[in-house]
């Protein structure tokens, strides 16, 4: 069955970076294109990145642009969301989302 399962989550500085990994299995991962999203506590879920089937093409919210670098690798059906520069408002579950299906989502926690 398809199953994105997310990783690198935890405690970061403010300024600081973290890098979240997410693994995909049961699907044909090169032809999907992928998202990353998060929600805050007491917030809905939102939109945070966007990457093409072969990765050339990348969107961001405007809160991350800048800051947030999407990439994938299909060879090894993963797609990582590099976090630099991370402020408080930052904080959230981060999902991974494609082929119409969640994870189970990654805790990132930005706090001094």
């Known amino acids: 069955q398809v199953q994105l399962v997310e990783s690198g989550g935890g405690l970061a500085q403010p300024g600081g970076s973290l890098r979240l990994s997410c693994a995909a299995s049961?699907?044909?991962?090169?032809?999907?294109?992928m998202n990353w999203y998060r929600q805050a506590p007491g917030k809905e879920r939102e939109f945070v990145a966007n990457i093409s089937l072969s990765g050339i093409r990348t969107a961001y919210a405007d809160s991350v642009k800048g800051r947030f670098t999407i990439s994938r690798d299909n060879a090894k059906n993963t797609v990582y969301l590099q976090m630099n520069s991370l402020k408080f408002e930052d904080t959230a579950v981060y999902y991974c989302?494609?082929?119409?299906?969640w994870g189970q989502g990654t805790q990132v926690t930005v706090s001094s």
């Open positions: 989302n494609g082929h119409d299906s």
């Open positions: 049961g699907f044909i991962f090169g032809i999907y294109a």
